[in-house]
């Protein structure tokens, strides 16, 4: 499997892998705080049977100056976690609750605590930084420090949205909040992996204090989850708990419009992806020939709006081929790229791990700020197979958008590393885990091409890194085309191609409604290490076609599927997967569930 197994398998330690399979089935106990008691009588056996006369712990917490009744309600709310010792113990000595804390007081600690463990979190990965460091060293730090700011904004938010948020809203706010706790989870793990070829002993020093922040986060997604259950049976809503495990969605997702577009963007925002292009307002021209207001990318970005404009910004990006390393940064909103056309309009770079940087920071085209949209142009790495990871585009934006794109790289071409994202009719082309990371991604109308790799690689579409059950993440790739580019098809036969394998325990990834060209091995998945997440991921395909299409010779692990009904496979559109802020907004178009 060599080095590169290293390089997104090392997390992944036995030890790890032990601790995070005890307990993954989540048991549902949870109280009401004695406010809503009177109105949720269907709920008080669950709190009873959740109560324990421990004398010990109840000496303990009323040291502390809580009560008894406070002290069972963490016990309910952290029963429903993957840690639930370490959130009993992490609440308990908290000190913010008071005596009556309810489901959404005890919710709202937990993320407190959260953001309390990151900030010790970045001051510690601050003290590692000294004179000397090498370029490996010093690049995994500064992704640490960018992973834990944006983790602290994403917890933030949380905490925000949840002040704002009862107990019986929770249904209608639950995504947005899974949502940013799966991305604040995804980042912890973001920043170890980039010590995995550095000297010294970051990676030990880090590594407690990032598994703490993430256990910390998980319990806060997994309470999240059971109060939306909760107060979704409370309400009398048909979709139980058992039909959510079932469905591995969350809940309240909003549908498509007929041409794919996920309904969370504006009625503005669809007529900037539909063409002509030339009728759009443009606010800034990029032309290397200096007859536009910029002669780079990256000077164009810096002019941009800052601090989280809910303005569109569009800068068109004239054809020419851009040798820039461009950063569209988190406080950056509504950012839009319009090129002249796929390989008309290229942004090209070479970064890569071979060569010194991070995975995380070799990508040509990175973007974290909110709702980007790129259309009509192409996002490429040009390092080749023989420097291993080289990214091509990077994307940590969330309800962001990419229409009729080219995206071309060898190993881990395109990272869809966190948030809600949208690629339609774009070609995608690389050779190992070409798209990979943690994101809540649909892939629709695409072309995903794979490449001549190195002698004795595998092939990989797809290394999805879903670290824990709770997280609404996974990679969905539906009606799109999935075949050999022309270098490749004359000696296919000669390297092995895999619809993907699972990069972390609770890897997610469905294709359906898509061709599947006959260079995929009749077994159509691969492992990773062994047993590795083999009966904990999940793969689905349903009603694919072309000859490798047949499923008799799949694999049989217990993670993988066939879907068979309509109603499953539906769960995994753009409509159903991709949930955004508003529902339906008015675009005069008639709004579909997605499937074909």
Same mark, same amino acid.
């Given at each position: 499997?060599?080095?590169?197994?290293?390089?997104?398998?090392?997390?992944?330690?036995?030890?790890?892998?032990?601790?995070?399979?005890?307990?993954? /089935?989540?048991?549902?106990?949870? &109280?009401? =705080?004695?406010?809503? @008691?009177?109105?949720?009588?269907?709920?008080?056996?669950?709190?009873?049977?959740?109560?324990?006369?421990?004398?010990? /712990?109840?000496?303990?917490?009323?040291?502390?100056?809580?009560?008894?009744?406070?002290?069972?309600?963490?016990?309910?709310?952290?029963?429903?976690?993957?840690? &639930?010792?370490?959130?009993?113990?992490?609440?308990?000595?908290?000190?913010?609750?008071?005596?009556?804390?309810?489901?959404?007081?005890?919710?709202?600690?937990?993320?407190?605590?959260?953001?309390?463990?990151?900030?010790? %979190?970045?001051?510690?990965?601050?003290?590692?930084?000294?004179?000397?460091?090498?370029?490996?060293?010093?690049?995994?730090?500064?992704?640490?420090?960018?992973?834990?700011?944006?983790?602290?904004?994403?917890?933030?938010?949380?905490?925000?949205?949840?002040?704002?948020?009862? +107990?019986?809203?929770?249904?209608?706010?639950?995504?947005?909040?899974?949502?940013?706790?799966?991305? %604040?989870?995804?980042? #912890?793990?973001?920043?170890?992996?980039? +010590?995995?070829?550095?000297?010294?002993?970051?990676? #030990?020093?880090?590594?407690?204090?990032?598994?703490?922040?993430?256990?910390?986060?998980?319990?806060?997604?997994?309470?999240?989850?059971?109060?939306?259950?909760?107060?979704?049976?409370?309400?009398?809503?048909?979709?139980?708990?058992?039909?959510?495990?079932?469905?591995?969605?969350?809940?309240? *997702?909003?549908?498509?419009?007929?041409?794919?577009?996920?309904?969370?963007?504006? =009625?503005?925002?669809?007529?900037?992806?539909?063409?002509? =292009?030339?009728?759009?307002?443009?606010?800034?021209?990029?032309?290397?020939?200096?007859?536009?207001?910029?002669?780079?990318?990256?000077?164009?970005?810096?002019?941009?709006?800052?601090?989280?404009?809910?303005?569109?910004?569009?800068?068109?990006?004239?054809?020419?081929?851009?040798?820039?390393?461009?950063?569209?940064?988190?406080?950056?909103?509504?950012?839009?790229?319009?090129?002249?056309?796929?390989?008309?309009?290229?942004?090209?770079?070479?970064?890569?791990?071979?060569?010194?940087?991070?995975? *995380?920071?070799?990508?040509?085209? %990175?973007?974290?700020?909110?709702? +980007?949209?790129?259309?009509?142009?192409?996002? #490429?790495?040009?390092?080749?197979?023989?420097?291993?990871?080289?990214?091509?585009?990077?994307?940590?934006?969330?309800?962001? =958008? *990419?229409?009729?794109?080219? @995206?071309?790289?060898?190993?881990?071409?395109?990272?869809?590393?966190?948030?809600?994202?949208?690629?339609?009719?774009?070609?995608?082309?690389?050779?190992?885990?070409?798209?990979?990371?943690?994101?809540?991604?649909?892939?629709?109308?695409?072309?995903?091409?794979?490449?001549?790799?190195? &002698?004795?690689?595998?092939?990989?579409?797809?290394?999805?890194?879903?670290?824990? &059950?709770?997280?609404?993440?996974?990679?969905?790739?539906?009606?799109?085309?999935?075949?050999?580019?022309?270098?490749?098809?004359?000696?296919?036969?000669?390297?092995?191609?895999?619809?993907?394998?699972?990069?972390?325990?609770?890897?997610?990834?469905?294709?359906?409604?898509?061709?599947?060209?006959?260079?995929?091995?009749?077994?159509?998945?691969?492992?990773?290490?062994?047993? *590795?997440?083999?009966?904990?991921?999940?793969?689905?395909?349903?009603?694919?076609?072309?000859?490798?299409?047949?499923?008799?010779?799949?694999?049989?692990?217990?993670?993988?599927?066939?879907?068979?009904?309509?109603?499953?496979?539906?769960? +995994?559109?753009?409509?159903?997967?991709?949930?955004?802020?508003?529902?339906?907004?008015?675009?005069?178009?008639?709004?579909?569930?997605?499937?074909?």
């Amino acid at each position: 499997m060599g080095w590169k197994n290293i390089s997104h398998g090392e997390l992944n330690d036995r030890s790890e892998q032990h601790t995070r399979r005890k307990g993954t /089935k989540r048991i549902l106990a949870i &109280p009401l =705080a004695s406010a809503l @008691i009177i109105g949720a009588v269907i709920f008080l056996a669950v709190g009873v049977q959740g109560h324990d006369n421990e004398r010990a /712990k109840d000496v303990r917490t009323n040291r502390l100056g809580w009560g008894k009744s406070t002290s069972n309600a963490v016990k309910d709310a952290c029963s429903s976690t993957l840690h &639930p010792k370490l959130c009993a113990s992490s609440l308990l000595s908290f000190g913010g609750l008071y005596s009556e804390a309810g489901p959404m007081e005890i919710v709202n600690a937990a993320v407190s605590v959260g953001i309390l463990a990151v900030e010790k %979190a970045k001051e510690q990965a601050r003290s590692l930084s000294r004179p000397g460091l090498d370029l490996r060293q010093r690049g995994a730090l500064h992704d640490c420090m960018e992973m834990f700011d944006n983790t602290l904004d994403q917890l933030n938010d949380t905490l925000s949205d949840l002040h704002n948020t009862s +107990f019986w809203s929770m249904p209608k706010h639950a995504a947005d909040l899974e949502t940013r706790l799966s991305a %604040a989870i995804t980042n #912890q793990y973001t920043c170890l992996e980039g +010590f995995h070829l550095c000297k010294g002993d970051f990676k #030990q020093d880090l590594n407690g204090q990032l598994r703490y922040v993430s256990n910390l986060v998980s319990n806060s997604l997994a309470m999240v989850c059971n109060i939306s259950d909760k107060a979704n049976q409370g309400l009398g809503n048909a979709d139980s708990l058992s039909n959510r495990r079932r469905r591995l969605l969350s809940k309240d *997702f909003i549908a498509s419009d007929d041409e794919g577009f996920p309904s969370w963007m504006s =009625a503005e925002d669809r007529r900037l992806l539909r063409p002509p =292009a030339g009728s759009i307002k443009v606010n800034a021209v990029v032309a290397m020939d200096g007859s536009g207001d910029h002669r780079s990318i990256s000077a164009a970005v810096a002019a941009a709006p800052d601090q989280k404009s809910k303005t569109r910004h569009v800068i068109h990006i004239k054809a020419g081929v851009y040798e820039e390393n461009i950063e569209i940064q988190k406080s950056k909103h509504n950012i839009m790229f319009i090129g002249d056309g796929k390989d008309q309009t290229v942004i090209t770079g070479s970064r890569n791990v071979h060569d010194g940087s991070t995975t *995380f920071d070799s990508a040509t085209v %990175a973007v974290t700020g909110k709702q +980007f949209i790129a259309r009509d142009m192409t996002f #490429q790495n040009t390092a080749g197979p023989a420097k291993h990871q080289a990214v091509a585009l990077r994307v940590g934006s969330d309800l962001s =958008a *990419f229409y009729r794109c080219s @995206i071309k790289g060898y190993e881990d071409t395109l990272y869809v590393h966190s948030l809600r994202q949208f690629y339609r009719d774009c070609d995608i082309y690389g050779t190992v885990d070409f798209i990979f990371g943690n994101a809540a991604v649909v892939l629709q109308n695409c072309n995903l091409v794979a490449r001549k790799p190195l &002698p004795k690689q595998k092939i990989m579409y797809a290394a999805q890194g879903r670290q824990d &059950p709770n997280q609404n993440t996974g990679i969905s790739i539906h009606n799109c085309r999935l075949t050999a580019d022309s270098n490749l098809a004359a000696v296919k036969s000669s390297f092995p191609a895999y619809l993907g394998r699972p990069w972390r325990e609770y890897s997610r990834t469905v294709i359906m409604q898509s061709y599947l060209d006959d260079l995929i091995q009749p077994a159509g998945w691969y492992e990773w290490a062994g047993n *590795f997440a083999l009966d904990t991921l999940y793969y689905g395909e349903y009603l694919n076609m072309g000859p490798r299409a047949p499923t008799a010779n799949r694999v049989k692990w217990r993670g993988y599927h066939v879907i068979k009904t309509s109603w499953e496979a539906s769960q +995994f559109t753009v409509g159903q997967f991709i949930q955004g802020n508003s529902w339906l907004p008015s675009t005069g178009v008639q709004y579909s569930s997605g499937l074909i």
